[in-house]
């Protein structure tokens, strides 16, 4: 797949196309590391690993969404008794 490279103020860049983004779950706001290999010209891309705390700090907000939306479903139903 190509795509062209594009002038972004003082830097380039490119813009992702839609599957490539679906394919390797992108968000906004991701953080990825480059690589590059000067004898093949290439350019490596990998998504940074989050550190422990990084990822603790993750799971505890999704089981913080996870208890509200439960809390609000169980409203709903005790509402409906």
Request: negative net charge; glycine residues 4%.
């Amino acid at each position: 797949m190509e795509v062209k490279v594009r002038s972004i103020g003082n830097s380039m860049g490119i813009i992702f196309p839609k599957q490539i983004v679906r394919l390797l779950d992108f968000h906004a706001e991701d953080v990825v590391e480059l690589d590059v290999d000067l004898l093949e010209k290439r350019l490596i891309m990998e998504r940074k690993k989050q550190s422990l705390r990084e990822n603790l700090l993750e799971g505890i907000k999704a089981s913080q969404e996870e208890n509200i939306a439960f809390a609000n479903e169980f409203d709903e139903l005790e509402g409906e008794l």
